[in-house]
């Protein structure tokens, strides 16, 4: 089927926003696909992306490579910094490493909530409980988010503070009731919000 062009911009319009580094259209591999295919390589992006796939299979080891391979190219590259720290964090691995990446993340987006959640999760790991709490009330003011929820209650709940625990889990429910991570956090803590 051959496309028109109005419909050939309408499903460039539905694409990854990163935009497709190799886009075959009806003349088949052009020169321009060749050339983007010398230069996915070394595209951050691509390989940033490569790594997310990764860590959702479970090749962790893979992930870690592919985000230092980004940090690597583009060293002011903030999502790399984070996705490794948080990482980390999340598995309770290395943990002065994992917060000094996401440190090194808010270098570059300090007012950026999910690298804030980040930070406050890899301080709640680090049994900083209430520097975890000061943390993660600024990131969720900023943006509430079911993850970022997720993280909040566990942190207050951590500190005996149930009912607020409860209800900032209610308020994650209604912003994203298919989270993962927050249904995986109420499902652990065994909590009916």
Not at 133 to 156: N, S, T
């Amino acid at each position: 089927m051959k496309l028109n062009d109005k419909q050939r911009r309408y499903l460039r319009g539905l694409a990854h926003p990163l935009k497709p580094v190799i886009l075959i259209g009806n003349a088949g591999v052009s020169e321009g696909v060749v050339a983007e295919t010398r230069r996915a390589p070394q595209d951050h992006e691509l390989i940033y992306e490569k790594a997310l796939l990764a860590e959702k299979i479970g090749r962790l080891d893979e992930m870690e490579q592919l985000l230092r391979q980004v940090m690597r190219i583009k060293p002011d590259y903030h999502a790399a910094y984070n996705a490794l720290g948080y990482s980390l964090a999340d598995r309770g691995l290395r943990l002065m490493e994992a917060r000094q990446l996401i440190k090194k993340a808010l270098e570059f987006a300090p007012a950026d909530p999910y690298i804030q959640d980040s930070l406050a999760w890899v301080e709640f790991r680090l049994g900083n409980a209430q520097e975890a709490l000061r943390v993660i009330e600024i990131a969720y003011k900023a943006k509430p988010d079911a993850e970022i929820a997720a993280h909040f209650g566990e942190i207050l709940w951590s500190l005996g503070q149930q009912d607020r625990a409860r209800m900032i889990w209610r308020e994650g429910l209604l912003l994203n009731a298919e989270n993962d991570t927050l249904r995986e956090t109420l499902k652990r803590l065994q909590v009916k919000p």
